[in-house]
């Protein structure tokens, strides 16, 4: 990329507001030059430097400290100056138009961390973890993103991209031989090479995929028969009124979404229509939603009546297959003389019985929840996030994989190759080694200004 960025950008880099301190960060070449001319001295490297700033006029703005960064050796890569005035919004507005005034530009929002991209001290992944991390509503999410933004991620991405080049390597030789066998060319070493870097790329999807759990949270949808308890459950696990109650079947029709956090992982509980055979137009139209939620949770919360439990599962079995985990909740446990269902657990899927309405068993859901959120505490010890982006990424270059697989077995090289650099590039996509310009622009955006 051309170093178009080589002006000099400013932004106020702490939030909005006031507070103790606030800062203004300089990149760029020009940093230094208006750091020294704002603070009236010249700046060491990495030195904090009691200073006064000064406006055009030579009046004093404020007094604070002033660090300059020379580059590369920097978050930007750039030569970076902070000025750490007074955290009020006048002083921070006059600082920040005095560094404009000086001939710095504006920053664009992430334009900071874009720089670091561009000038090769982050990755992609890593930059999009500095926002992640930022934005970590609790310490779990934000300990992650942290092992993303050391690498932790990244160095997965490459290892496998590493081993694909040298498969990659290895099969584009062997086209140059076509008149060979392929197995006197090494073919069966190649296939389990192969069939290795699979393992290797399910599992880190398989991580990724948690990993973008704990950075978004997780998306339950409450669903089952009409009456059971979904919207008593909905108010019980989030400690208010939100959903409206009655014994009238079909009360329910719109869906309702609500944020709970559950020893600390947050996650989004959508409550829907009972589903059922017939109902007006509505009600039709609610339980069209809910099918069509279910289509992008995470976990489906099955709210079914203690006392009929076959009853309700048949008409919502074939709305929840495709979902990636469920809970069962067998409610109305109190009116069942404590006779809850004899239910086992297994795989997937969780078994619980419960009372919405008196609150017995709910800790044990909660728990089942924060447990299927992020994992146990100590299940995620040492896992990092990742990012919808990332986990689609993996799939695709996952199924390129397997088409170069079955080009193989085939013989065919050519188409081999094609799906093997297919599967490559989609992986150089995730740390940013191969990229659309768009994709930064769409990235870099959502950040805050001045990170
Ligand atoms: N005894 C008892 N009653 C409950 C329990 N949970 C819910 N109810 C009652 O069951 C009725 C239906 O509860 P809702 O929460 O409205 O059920 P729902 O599944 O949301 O119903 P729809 O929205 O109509 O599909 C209400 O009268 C609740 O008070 C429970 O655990 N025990
Ligand atoms: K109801
Ligand atoms: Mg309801």
């Given at each position: 990329m051309q170093p178009s960025h080589r002006d000099t950008i400013a932004a106020i880099a702490t939030a909005p507001g006031a507070g103790g301190i606030g800062i203004v960060r300089l990149s760029g070449p020009g940093s230094r030059d208006i750091g020294e001319r704002i603070c009236g001295r010249p700046l060491a490297a990495r030195r904090a430097h009691h200073v006064r700033f000064h406006d055009a006029d030579d009046e004093v703005l404020d007094d604070g400290i002033a660090l300059f960064f020379p580059g590369p050796a920097s978050y930007t890569g750039e030569d970076v100056v902070e000025l750490q005035g007074?955290?009020?919004?006048?002083?921070?507005?006059?600082?920040?138009?005095?560094?404009?005034?000086?001939?710095?530009?504006?920053?664009?929002?992430?334009?900071?961390?874009?720089?670091?991209?561009?000038?090769?001290?982050?990755?992609?992944?890593?930059?999009?973890?500095?926002?992640?991390?930022?934005?970590?509503?609790d310490i779990r999410a934000a300990r992650a993103a942290r092992r993303t933004l050391e690498g932790d991620f990244s160095r997965r991405i490459d290892a496998i991209a590493e081993g694909l080049l040298a498969v990659r390597v290895h099969v584009e030789a062997a086209i140059d031989f076509a008149d060979e066998s392929l197995e006197t060319l090494g073919g069966d070493g190649l296939r389990r090479r192969l069939v290795h870097l699979r393992i290797d790329l399910d599992q880190l999807m398989l991580e990724a995929e948690r990993g973008r759990r704990l950075r978004d949270g997780l998306h339950a949808v409450i669903v089952g028969p009409p009456n059971a308890g979904k919207s008593s459950l909905l108010n019980a696990l989030a400690g208010v009124d939100r959903a409206i109650v009655t014994d009238v079947a079909g009360t329910t029709r719109d869906l309702l979404q609500e944020v709970v956090r559950v020893d600390g992982?947050?996650?989004?509980?959508v409550d829907t229509a009972g589903l059922r055979d017939g109902g007006d137009s509505i009600e039709r139209e609610g339980m069209r939603r809910a099918r069509s939620e279910l289509d992008r949770a995470d976990l489906a919360i099955i709210v079914l009546d203690a006392r009929d439990v076959t009853g309700g599962t048949s008409v919502i079995a074939d709305s929840i297959a495709g979902v990636p985990a469920r809970l069962w909740l067998h409610n109305k446990i109190d009116l069942t003389d404590g006779e809850a269902a004899a239910v086992a657990d297994g795989g997937t899927d969780r078994h619980l019985a419960v009372s919405a309405l008196t609150g017995q068993g709910l800790e044990e859901v909660r728990k089942a929840l924060a447990a299927l959120a992020g994992g146990a505490p100590s299940s995620t010890e040492g896992s990092f996030t990742a990012r919808t982006r990332h986990v689609d990424a993996l799939r695709r270059s996952a199924v390129e994989l397997a088409q170069a697989a079955r080009h193989l077995e085939l013989e065919s090289l050519d188409l081999a190759a094609e799906a093997l650099r297919a599967a490559h590039d989609t992986l150089g996509e995730i740390t940013g080694v191969v990229r659309a310009d768009d994709l930064l622009g769409s990235i870099f955006s959502s950040f805050c200004i001045g990170k």
């Open positions: 007074h955290g009020g919004v006048a002083v921070l507005r006059a600082l920040l138009g005095r560094c404009l005034e000086l001939g710095a530009r504006h920053a664009r929002p992430g334009e900071f961390s874009e720089r670091a991209f561009l000038e090769g001290r982050l990755d992609l992944a890593q930059a999009e973890a500095v926002a992640d991390l930022i934005a970590a509503g992982v947050e996650l989004t509980l």
